[in-house]
């Protein structure tokens, strides 16, 4: 699990659950993506409000028949997966915001794969 230790990049893709490619849901087709490129994992996060690109209002609302919420991808990776990941399918997100920042992995324990 070593490999997992240590500085890596933490990169944070936010959209909406209402944006879509090939008519799936985008998060769910750049998860499937992070799976194939073999990357350490992800973690979605659906939010209860936030402000888009064009400063406008998502929130959850109890009457609406169609929800636009904040969804956040998450990926601790080194630099480099993250990079050949972004220059693969960055084409998909037509719109999103898309960071990078510095990560200190300080324990990773999987007992599956420890026992192999």
Known sequence: MKRYLGSKKVMRIYLDNSDTF?????WQQLLMRIKE??????????AAAGIGAQTELHTFEIWSLSQKLPVVIEVI????????FLDRYDSMIGEGLV???NVEVLRYKNVSRERH
């Open 22 to 26: 090939e008519g799936k849901p985008l």
């Open 37 to 46: 490129e073999g990357m350490a994992g992800a973690t979605v996060f659906k």
């Open 77 to 84: 990776e080194s630099e480099e997966a993250i990079q050949n």
């Open 99 to 101: 960071t990078l920042a």
